[in-house]
T-cell receptor, first 111, second 114 residues
Framework: DGGITQSPKYLFRKEGQNVTLSCEQN?????MYWYRQDPGQGLRLIYY???????QKGDIAEGYSVSREKKESFPLTVTSAQKNPTAFYLC??????????FGSGTRLTVV | DQQVKQNSPSLSVQEGRISILNCDYT??????FLWYKKYPAEGPTFLIS?????DKNEDGRFTVFLNKSAKHLSLHIVPSQPGDSAVYFC?????????????FGEGTQLTVNP
């Protein structure tokens, strides 16, 4: 079955630590995205990548970093510079049209 | 600057009745609009979309209406079913922009009561 796999589903981080969220897709999509969901604020774009070895900042990129070394993988690192990292993180990929496929998300909690 | 707005955080309807979810946008360059449905702790799933060259698109119980002059779209669900209870996100895309990124509204929690 083609789809997007995000892991882990739940993640706890101590303040001051970096943490990496995994996103893998087997849909052969070129474009991939990271969104963050906070209550009452919808989904906000963190980073996106249209092709391997290339990525662009979204609306709230500060405190985050990404890499796109393989077409299938688009990991997101939440650094200690992110002031309020507790949120639900969603990864998505897009087909050549407008079709977005989302992963099931990772809930990150800072303890 | 919230370019896509869903002004109703929640909506409650009776089973069998019509649910109407609304969405407004400010960016006149948006030319493709989508609705997503989301359950808690899951990723959004695509529901229905509409291109700016149309004013209506229908798929089973779901119909999306687009009023370009008012920069307004709405999602009608009829008849509503308890399984429709979820958060509904409106999203818009600007053709030709890098990566065809989607801009989302804040979401509306729909509750369908049996």
């Amino acid at each position: 079955d083609g789809g997007i796999t995000q892991s882990p589903k739940y993640l706890f981080r101590k303040e001051g630590q970096n943490v990496t969220l995994s996103c893998e897709q087997n849909l052969n999509h070129d474009a991939m995205y990271w969104y963050r969901q906070d209550p009452g604020q919808g989904l906000r774009l963190i980073y996106y990548s249209q092709i391997v070895n290339d990525f662009q900042k979204g609306d709230i990129a500060e405190g985050y970093s990404v890499s796109r070394e393989k077409k299938e993988s688009f990991p997101l690192t939440v650094t200690s510079a992110q002031k309020n990292p507790t949120a639900f993180y969603l990864c998505a990929s897009r087909d050549p049209g407008y079709g977005y496929t989302f992963g099931s998300g990772t809930r990150l909690t800072v303890v | 600057d919230q370019q896509v707005k869903q002004n109703s955080p929640s909506l409650s309807v009776q089973e069998g009745r019509i649910s109407i979810l609304n969405c407004d946008y400010t960016n006149s360059m948006f030319d493709y609009f989508l609705w997503y449905k989301k359950y808690p702790a899951e990723g959004p799933t695509f529901l229905i979309s509409i291109s700016s060259i149309k004013d209506k698109n229908e798929d089973g119980r779901f119909t999306v209406f687009l009023n370009k002059s008012a920069k307004h779209l709405s999602l009608h669900i009829v008849p509503s079913q308890p399984g429709d209870s979820a958060v509904y996100f409106c999203a818009a895309s600007e053709k030709g922009t890098s990566g065809s990124r989607l801009t989302f509204g804040e979401g509306t929690q729909l509750t369908v009561n049996p």
